[in-house]
Every structure is written in C-alpha cells, then in structure tokens.
C-alpha cells in the first residue's frame, strides 16, 4: 500500500529530488473537506494541528538516558543496536513491533501490572464468596478457586519469566519491519491496523496532537501525524498531559531530521553519522555546530543531568510554540478550512 509518486530510494550519501525542503514545499493537490459531521467522527480526539517548516531548533532526545545510553555503546560497555534498528542519517526506524505482539503484550501488562493484578483479584475474590454464599463453600473451592488460582499464575509469569526473557531475547518480537523516516527519500513508511505497510512522502502528513484518556485514569497527549488524502495515521511520540510542550519539540525534531535543508539534530544517536550526511558534514566543516566531533561522547552527565538538561527542557517550556508559521498553507491551498481542526 502506498501513496504518492515520490521516489522510495536514492543513491548513498545523496538525496532525492522528493526529499523535503522546508523553504521549497511543492504545491500539493486540495483537501477534501470531510464535513462536520466526519471531523466529529474521525477528529474527536484532535485538539491542535502543529505548523510546518519553521523551527525552534529544540531537540527532545537530549535526556540523560539517552546521553548515558550512547556513551555506554560509544565505549563499548553497551549493547550495540542492530542494522535497521538504529536511528542514523538516512533512516529513523518505527513501528518494530507487529500488531500482533503489540495485543499480547497489552495483555501482558494487564497481568503483569500490580495495580492490575490487584483489581482482578479482587474480582476473583469476589466471584468466589458470590459462589459460596449461593453454592456453598465446598462448590466454591471447585469452581470459584480456578479464576484466584489463574490470575496468580498469570501475573507471577507475566511479571518474571515472560519479563526476564523479553530483555534478554529483545530481537524475538522486535525487528525491522522497514518502517520509518527515511531522509534522504522524504518518504514515511508505517504499519497500518491491517497489518500492511502504508507509504507516501512526508510533506502529505499533517501533524496533530491528540488528547487520551487512559484505561487507569492518567491522561495523555499524542503526536500523530495523519495522511491528509487517505486518513491513515501512525503515532509518532506520546507523553502525559501536563508534558504536551515535550510533544511542539518531538515535531521540531522530526521536522529537522526529514529537511536535508538542515543539519541532522544534534543529538547522541545522530552523532555518529553526522560526517555521512551532506549537509550536515558540510555544515560542520564550516564550524557551524560550535562543538566538538564527541560532543556527546565526552560530555559529562553529572553535569548534563543537574545542570545542562533541566536548562534545556526550561527552554522546551518556554519557548513560545505559536508564534511559529505554517508554510504549508501555502502549499495545500485550503489546508486551513479542510483540515480535521
């Protein structure tokens, strides 16, 4: 399944002529106005479509974790990621995971989930005094005991063995699917509810964010990007409500890392290929950057945690998101009345 006639590869170490350039957006055919009625429908959950093209050049993967994590690799104390796993210059892996797994590891945080476990118990538990005050003790100890028995077994092997096995064994369910962003080709690739793989250029995407109440309680907010001609969507962060600035940065990144216009983010899982892009080796070797080749190698993470980083997400907060235009009403000429909000 794809859309678009874009080019779906290109020759190492350059780009394609439908790579995505924020200042030269092609014109793009109209939106189809789905109506009121299919905006409600399809859209409820939409809260705010984000702007294309102009940057606050503020990158969410700069936590400690993710500094600590390339520095183990980066020394070798660390677990190395696969080909097709790894984020690099030419592609940001998704969707890793089949759906099919993705249901039964749902299924398996219901049990493995203590709070979770607790509720089912109590079901159990109530299920089995129902029972013997109907039935009699003796009938509830034969039918009753099953579901306590049941939900006992299932989370203590949800909660350890299934556990320990998927962390020692990451690459049983987690593979390259051939999913995701890919730079030089401005192409996204995305697995659908049907289990097929849907494509079309990067620019045909409209960027929302969406509200989410979760099955405990907590609410949510999700960055997804919708095709505007076909309406699929694939997810692409999400955080909980009150960190819904985390989800302008996570677009200003994405953005930044598709526009061959720009140098690949600076961040630890990019720093190693920043040689390997063009633009982005180009862009160094003029001084650009103003920081050293293993910037992220050496940098120091006591520092970076107490001091650095918490500067860095002050600056996500603060920065004023919507002041920042939208060059792509300027492409799809009625992107403004057509789209789902």
Wanted: charged share 25%; with cysteine; proline share 7%.
């Amino acid at each position: 399944m794809s859309s678009g006639t874009a080019e779906s590869s290109a020759p190492e170490g350059s780009y394609s002529e439908a790579a995505f350039r924020a200042g030269s957006i092609p014109k793009q055919k109209l939106l189809e106005d789905p109506g009121r009625f299919a905006k409600a429908l399809e859209g409820g959950d939409l809260i705010e479509r984000l702007p294309w093209g102009h940057y606050a050049r503020l990158n969410i993967h700069e936590r400690p974790k993710y500094v600590r994590s390339y520095q183990e690799r980066h020394t070798g104390g660390g677990q190395s990621l696969e080909p097709g796993r790894a984020w690099t210059h030419e592609h940001k892996p998704k969707d890793l995971i089949k759906t099919r797994w993705q249901l039964v590891l749902m299924f398996a945080g219901a049990f493995a989930d203590y709070s979770m476990f607790c509720f089912w118990m109590f079901c159990a538990v109530v299920t089995f005094l129902a029972v013997a005050v109907q039935a009699g003790f003796v009938e509830a100890l034969v039918h009753g005991s099953f579901p306590i028995a049941g939900i006992a077994l299932l989370h203590l092997f949800f909660r350890y063995p299934f556990t320990w096995f998927l962390e020692s064994h990451p690459g049983f369910i987690v593979k390259d699917l051939g999913c995701g962003f890919f730079r030089p080709t401005g192409m996204v690739k995305f697995r659908t509810w049907r289990e097929e793989t849907f494509e079309a250029p990067f620019i045909e995407f409209d960027p929302y964010i969406s509200f989410h109440v979760q099955p405990k309680g907590p609410t949510s907010c999700k960055l997804q990007l919708r095709h505007r001609y076909t309406g699929w969507q694939t997810v692409v962060a999400s955080v909980h409500s009150t960190l819904k600035h985390e989800l302008y940065a996570h677009w200003d990144e994405l953005q930044r890392y598709m526009d061959v216009s720009q140098p690949l983010p600076d961040i630890p899982a990019l720093e190693p290929y920043r040689h390997l892009d063009p633009t982005t080796a180009e862009y160094d070797a003029a001084g650009k950057r103003g920081r050293p080749a293993d910037y992220w190698a050496t940098l120091d993470l006591d520092w970076w945690e107490k001091e650095g980083y918490p500067k860095h997400q002050q600056a996500i907060r603060d920065f004023p998101w919507d002041t920042l235009e939208d060059r792509m009403q300027y492409s799809v000429a009625n992107l403004n009345e057509a789209a789902m909000v």
